[in-house]
């Protein structure tokens, strides 16, 4: 089975008590689950009041349930959202009833994993929701985000084409020795490796610094 195949489910806020909870779904089933637990599907990207039920028809806990069609949502998949109260125990009842219709308890960061393998957010992006999570200062999480937004990705794709530009520079003048200017001597590539190594310093040293 293809890792994307099957559908995810899992309680998305942190252990504990809290006033709001939620429980996310994401994968191909998402719209029949969604028809199953609530009775229809709801309108897409609209905040809807809902009771949730068990399988005895008892109410577990009134919800705002937001559906995210494919491909315009976090993981590039059909996505639910269950914002619940907060209690472990509505909130280990809400994932136990999704998991009945089929749903699959989902592994550590495998939404995350899901949006990176449907081209979602880079490796770079990916790696900078645990760093924004993990934030311990105003200075680090502007960092992450930063990062999450795609400007870390950018400056490396930046230093790329430079280092693309030169190999082409380089075969050019090894491919056409019969050209009057010796390219590879005349202090052009030279200047070119000088400006590719000041640009990745500049990017190793914020890697170094957070920001």
């Known amino acids: 089975m293809h890792p994307t195949d099957d559908t995810i489910a899992a309680i998305a806020t942190a252990p504990g008590r809290g006033g709001i909870g939620v429980v996310r779904l994401t994968g191909k089933s998402v719209p029949d689950l969604a028809k199953q637990l609530l009775g229809f599907l709801p309108e897409a990207r609209s905040a809807k009041l809902l009771r949730i039920k068990d399988k005895k028809g008892q109410n577990i806990d009134e919800a705002l349930v937001i559906y995210f069609p494919a491909p ?36 550590p960061g495998e939404f995350s994993e899901r949006a990176f393998l449907n081209d979602k957010l880079d490796l770079a992006q990916a790696e900078a ?21 795609g400007e870390f990705s950018n400056q490396v794709q ?8 030169l190999r082409v520079f380089v ?21 070119k490796l000088q400006d590719i190594d000041a640009t990745f310093i500049n990017l190793f040293n914020k890697t170094r610094q957070g920001c």
């Open 158 to 165: 930046a230093l790329l084409d430079q280092l693309i530009a």
């Open 72 to 107: 315009r949502s976090f993981t590039g998949e059909h996505v639910l959202e269950i914002q619940a109260h907060g209690g472990p125990v509505v909130l280990d009842m809400l994932l136990a009833r999704v998991l009945e219709f089929g749903a699959r308890q989902a592994r």
């Open 171 to 191: 075969e050019a003048a090894i491919d056409f020795p019969e050209e009057e200017i010796d390219f590879l001597s005349d202090g052009k590539v030279q200047l």
């Open 129 to 149: 929701i645990a760093d924004l999570i993990d934030s311990s200062t105003q200075q680090s999480a502007r960092a992450a985000m930063r990062s999450l937004q």
